[in-house]
Nanobody, 127 residues
Framework: QVQPVESGGGLVQAGDSLRLSCIVS??????????IGWFRQAPGKEREAVSC????????TYADSIKGRFSISRDNAQNTVYLQMNSLKPEDTAVYYC??????????????????WGQGAQVTVSS
């Protein structure tokens, strides 16, 4: 069973940095083949895609709202994907989720659903 687990959330002030981690168990040695995405959901708002890193070619995508401030990376030896968040703003406050799917290899592929989601990590940015 594939299981993503997020960590690294917290309460910070505007302008601070945080690094979220997503450890994915269950893919074994094939973890490197799969795209991993970060999503977030703020109170009263719909869930939105934040960033994604593809499998083997490691291509990345970023939402316009976080470009230049957030950076995604992966350590395939540790089955982990990171989201480095710099220059945080109060509007970044949300629950952040990582997600993946055995059919999702490239971030550019349009996926209507993803099978595996983590439990979420709360990020709160005070002004």
């Amino acid at each position: 069973q594939v299981q993503p687990v997020e960590s690294g959330g917290g309460l910070v002030q505007a302008g601070d940095s945080l690094r979220l981690s997503c450890i994915v168990s269950g893919f074994g040695r094939t973890f490197q083949d799969y795209a991993i995405g970060w999503f977030r959901q703020a109170p009263g708002k719909e869930r939105e895609a934040v960033s994604c890193i593809s499998g083997r070619d490691r291509s990345t995508t970023y939402a316009d709202s976080i470009k230049g401030r957030f950076s995604i990376s992966r350590d395939n030896a540790q089955n982990t994907v990171y989201l480095q968040m710099n220059s945080l703003k109060p509007e970044d406050t949300a629950v952040y989720y990582c997600a993946t799917d055995p059919k999702w290899l490239l971030c550019a592929a349009v996926m209507t659903t993803l099978d595996y989601w983590g439990q979420g990590a709360q990020v709160t940015v005070s002004s």
